[in-house]
């Protein structure tokens, strides 16, 4: 299985709502990321945490809650957005962090109303 | 000022043709990475290099450590290549992504 699984690939959330996305990974890899993508922009940085603990957060504003629960499985939280959070968010993953290829996720679509 | 700087920002070429996509890389960046996103959708990891050359299929990259540029190839060139390409430095555990290549293949 060299998959990264996003779930879910769309979500539509009003301002006022929880919701959470899920990146899981059977790789047995140790360090895993999460990525915001404006369009036709690269993508940018937010958490990345190695061997399920935060090693990296790129000041991201706290309605972004990371949580890793084991090494397979990586959440954000979100709530209380703002419609300029809509972007595609992309999970990624490697093997140790440093100097191995990564692993991506299909990303979730999300849009905030 | 970005890390990875990447040309051209827009490419469009004719089916079967060969076509190269460049990256240049500051100081600091340990590996370089190829990836390509299709639009709307993730992003495939297509090589990593920290030196000499790469093929897949007809894919190649090539990294020039002491120049700090990285070329992207793609032969025989078809529409499924149409794309865009991103080229990513590895610094420490994290990837600093340049702006991308837009790649269109006419049929």
């Known amino acids: 299985d060299t998959e990264v699984t996003q779930t879910p690939k769309h979500l539509v959330m009003g301002m006022t709502n929880k919701k959470s996305l899920k990146c899981e990974q059977h790789m047995g890899h140790r360090a895993m990321y999460w990525y915001k993508q404006k369009a036709k922009k690269p993508p940018e940085l937010m958490f990345v945490?190695?061997?399920?603990?935060?090693?990296i957060n790129e000041s991201v504003p706290s309605r972004f809650s990371p949580e890793c629960p084991n090494s397979s499985l990586l959440n954000l939280h979100l709530h209380a957005l703002q419609p300029e959070d809509s972007a595609l968010y992309l999970c990624?993953?490697?093997?140790?962090?440093?100097?191995?290829?990564?692993?991506f996720g299909q990303g979730t679509r999300l849009t905030v109303v | 000022k970005n890390e990875v700087e990447q040309s051209p920002q827009n490419l469009t070429a004719q089916e079967g043709e060969f076509i190269t996509i460049n990256c240049s890389y500051s100081v600091g960046i340990s590996a370089l990475h190829w990836l390509q996103q299709h639009p709307g959708g993730g992003i495939v990891s297509l090589f990593m290099l920290s030196s000499g050359k790469k093929k897949h299929g007809r894919l190649i990259a090539t990294i020039n450590i002491q120049e700090k540029h990285s070329s992207l190839h793609i032969t025989a060139s078809h529409p499924r290549d149409s794309a865009v390409y991103i080229c990513a430095g590895s610094v420490l555990e994290k990837l600093t992504f340049g702006t991308g290549t837009r790649l269109t293949i006419i049929p």
């Open positions: 990624a993953s490697t093997p140790s962090g440093r100097n191995t290829e990564a692993f």
């Open positions: 945490y190695s061997y399920e603990k935060l090693s």
